[in-house]
């Protein structure tokens, strides 16, 4: 029998820096956060890169594959990773999909690429982008429409043009009298299609409208769409543009998908791909009216949900990801709790469990989900954080769970929409929740851990332009914070080290007192046992 208790908190997106500049972490008041950090354990565990599973040191984390980490002790080929090896090793063209997809287009339809236009390597990378139209007029297709999704967020602003200028470039060089490729239409990620966890059905359907009906304020190109909302609003970035369509001469849209066309959606990241991808392969869809919905060949860049098979179809093989941390803890009848509100409740669940949507063990495993707000995030920046709290309290004192995680979201959701004023807010909030959560854990003996999945809030302006406090609205590469709190921890000592995210299943383990798993990274504490 298991007679400790361990409560893991992520604070979503929050980083640490020296850099004071933008910092909301920093200048937010946090006197529990720094109440930790100056009385117990702790170290700066990385959360990006290579750490977890990224192709660089270069690339940013991200909340999927930081929750795929801590969840399973391990470090897997993740997103453009996978797909970038798919590519260089040309299994991606060789698999059935691939074939399928140019077999049911070729002769009578039109491919269609859907995805978000940058290299902000997050959710897509616009190489990917361009090897798939180079491999398409390779296969002798004559005909391919692009539907691009304006990013903004996981890379700077305001750069959607030079991501269009790119892609335009490259039509220009491949368009000739056998093969014709243009841009069809598009819109800010944070305006259409790129809802995640049913959060905003609506803002799917005007995605639907756009990419699939062709319904929506016509253009001649995607670099007039852009500027022209921008001088209409001004401020605008490009996370939040209109939707735009491009049209032919006659006033008629370019490109809308029909009966016979093949549709890719090239985003590889699977929260924001999941309600778009429904829309296409439901057959009982009733989230709002398609109006029509036309026979295609659709497929992912990857399948963003094993469980429910969402898409069927997919390009490139997800990382098969073993040995996980509740596996582990069900070994040893370690009762778990989950929570989270709606935005990251998939997080501490689906991705935590090795991007599972079921539970290994329905007795042993809570899932709560506390609904989110639909409104802006800047608006309401404590978000769910005390009902959530609320609810996690309760059961701390219980004695119904051994293990309980919590993911607060206001770090980073409210850190990517720009605002600094309100960043600062949402870190306070999630400070002063912080210190319920420390007093709970207080009143039965327990242990906590704090820690952040990747960063955001503290890098809230662009540092290359300290002018203008241009905002940042995309994640960073900064380390984040590991602490562990508890009541007696003079036999715990963090170890020398280099630690990443993965590195925390390991941790866990050694705080219950059982082994960890022998494929999992090393545990960050040293503890002396009598």
Same mark, same amino acid.
């Given at each position: 029998?298991?007679?400790?208790?361990?409560?893991?908190?992520?604070?979503?997106?929050?980083?640490?820096?020296?850099?004071?500049?933008?910092?909301?972490?920093?200048?937010?008041?946090?006197?529990?956060?720094?109440?930790?950090?100056?009385?117990?354990?702790?170290?700066?565990?990385?959360?990006?890169?290579?750490?977890?599973?990224?192709?660089?040191?270069?690339?940013?984390?991200?909340?999927?594959?930081? #929750?795929? /980490?801590?969840?399973?002790?391990?470090?897997?080929?993740?997103?453009?990773?996978?797909?970038?090896?798919?590519?260089?090793?040309?299994?991606?063209?060789?698999?059935?999909?691939?074939?399928?997809?140019?077999?049911?287009?070729?002769?009578?339809?039109?491919?269609?690429?859907?995805?978000?236009?940058?290299?902000?390597?997050?959710?897509?990378?616009?190489?990917?982008?361009?090897?798939?139209?180079?491999?398409?007029?390779?296969?002798?297709? +004559?005909?391919?429409?692009?539907?691009?999704?304006?990013?903004?967020?996981?890379?700077?602003?305001?750069?959607?043009?030079?991501?269009?200028?790119?892609?335009?470039? +490259?039509?220009?060089?491949?368009?000739?009298?056998?093969?014709? /490729?243009?841009?069809?239409?598009?819109?800010?990620?944070?305006?259409?299609?790129?809802?995640?966890?049913?959060?905003?059905?609506?803002?799917?359907?005007?995605?639907?409208?756009?990419?699939?009906?062709?319904?929506?304020?016509?253009?001649?190109?995607?670099?007039?769409?852009?500027?022209?909302?921008?001088?209409?609003?001004?401020?605008?970035?490009?996370?939040?543009?209109?939707?735009?369509?491009?049209?032919?001469?006659?006033?008629?849209?370019?490109?809308?998908?029909?009966?016979?066309?093949?549709?890719?959606?090239?985003?590889?990241?699977?929260?924001?791909?999941?309600?778009?991808?429904?829309?296409?392969?439901?057959?009982?869809?009733?989230?709002?009216?398609?109006?029509?919905?036309?026979?295609?060949?659709?497929?992912?860049?990857?399948?963003?949900?094993?469980?429910?098979?969402?898409?069927?179809?997919?390009?490139?093989?997800?990382?098969?990801?073993?040995?996980?941390?509740?596996?582990?803890?069900?070994?040893?009848?370690?009762?778990?709790?989950?929570?989270?509100?709606?935005?990251?409740?998939?997080?501490?669940?689906?991705?935590?469990?090795?991007?599972?949507?079921?539970?290994?063990?329905?007795?042993?495993?809570?899932?709560?989900?506390?609904?989110?707000?639909?409104?802006?995030?800047?608006?309401?920046?404590?978000?769910?954080?005390?009902?959530?709290?609320?609810?996690?309290?309760?059961?701390?004192?219980?004695?119904?769970?051994?293990?309980?995680?919590?993911?607060?979201?206001?770090?980073?959701?409210?850190?990517?929409?720009?605002?600094?004023?309100?960043?600062?807010?949402?870190?306070?909030?999630?400070?002063?929740?912080?210190?319920?959560?420390?007093?709970?854990?207080?009143?039965?003996?327990?242990?906590?851990?704090?820690?952040?999945?990747?960063?955001?809030?503290?890098?809230?302006?662009?540092? +290359?332009?300290?002018?203008?406090?241009?905002?940042?609205?995309?994640?960073?590469?900064?380390?984040?914070?590991?602490?562990?709190?508890?009541?007696?921890?003079?036999?715990?000592?963090?170890?020398?080290?280099?630690?990443?995210?993965?590195?925390?299943?390991?941790?866990?383990?050694?705080?219950?007192?059982?082994?960890?798993?022998? #494929?999992?990274?090393?545990?960050?504490?040293?503890?002396?046992?009598?």
């Amino acid at each position: 029998m298991i007679d400790k208790k361990v409560v893991l908190v992520v604070m979503d997106g929050v980083g640490i820096t020296e850099e004071s500049y933008g910092n909301a972490v920093l200048h937010a008041n946090t006197k529990n956060l720094d109440y930790l950090l100056k009385n117990y354990p702790h170290t700066l565990i990385h959360a990006h890169g290579t750490y977890v599973g990224l192709p660089s040191d270069d690339d940013m984390g991200n909340s999927e594959v930081g #929750h795929n /980490a801590l969840g399973c002790g391990q470090i897997y080929a993740q997103g453009a990773k996978l797909v970038d090896e798919s590519i260089r090793s040309l299994k991606i063209y060789e698999s059935n999909t691939w074939k399928e997809l140019i077999s049911y287009c070729k002769d009578r339809g039109v491919l269609h690429l859907l995805g978000l236009l940058s290299d902000g390597n997050v959710h897509s990378h616009i190489r990917h982008v361009f090897s798939l139209l180079e491999r398409a007029k390779q296969e002798g297709i +004559k005909e391919v429409r692009l539907h691009i999704l304006l990013d903004g967020r996981d890379v700077a602003e305001t750069s959607a043009l030079e991501y269009v200028d790119a892609l335009e470039d +490259k039509l220009q060089e491949l368009n000739d009298e056998n093969f014709h /490729a243009m841009i069809a239409s598009g819109g800010g990620r944070m305006n259409i299609t790129m809802d995640r966890y049913e959060a905003n059905w609506p803002m799917v359907e005007k995605g639907w409208n756009t990419h699939v009906l062709g319904i929506g304020r016509g253009f001649s190109s995607a670099t007039d769409a852009i500027t022209t909302y921008r001088k209409e609003t001004p401020g605008v970035i490009d996370q939040d543009l209109e939707p735009f369509v491009i049209i032919d001469e006659n006033n008629q849209p370019v490109g809308t998908i029909n009966d016979k066309d093949s549709v890719i959606l090239f985003n590889f990241r699977g929260d924001r791909a999941l309600e778009i991808s429904r829309c296409f392969e439901e057959d009982n869809f009733d989230k709002f009216d398609r109006k029509r919905r036309p026979n295609v060949y659709y497929a992912g860049m990857l399948q963003y949900d094993a469980d429910l098979k969402i898409p069927n179809k997919y390009l490139t093989e997800p990382p098969k990801i073993a040995y996980t941390l509740t596996e582990e803890l069900n070994k040893y009848q370690i009762k778990e709790y989950a929570i989270s509100e709606t935005q990251k409740f998939g997080h501490v669940t689906y991705f935590w469990n090795g991007n599972r949507l079921e539970k290994f063990d329905e007795e042993l495993e809570t899932f709560v989900e506390i609904p989110s707000d639909i409104s802006g995030f800047d608006e309401k920046p404590e978000m769910k954080s005390y009902e959530i709290t609320d609810r996690l309290v309760d059961v701390i004192s219980s004695d119904k769970f051994d293990f309980l995680r919590v993911n607060f979201p206001n770090g980073d959701m409210v850190g990517h929409t720009g605002n600094y004023e309100a960043t600062v807010k949402a870190i306070e909030a999630v400070d002063e929740n912080l210190g319920r959560i420390m007093e709970a854990v207080d009143k039965v003996g327990a242990t906590l851990l704090v820690m952040a999945d990747h960063g955001n809030a503290e890098e809230m302006y662009q540092l +290359k332009d300290r002018e203008r406090k241009t905002p940042k609205t995309s994640h960073t590469l900064n380390a984040v914070p590991f602490v562990i709190y508890g009541k007696d921890l003079s036999n715990i000592k963090i170890k020398e080290g280099n630690f990443g995210l993965a590195n925390v299943a390991s941790t866990v383990t050694d705080l219950f007192g059982i082994p960890k798993n022998p #494929h999992w990274e090393e545990s960050i504490i040293e503890i002396k046992r009598d």
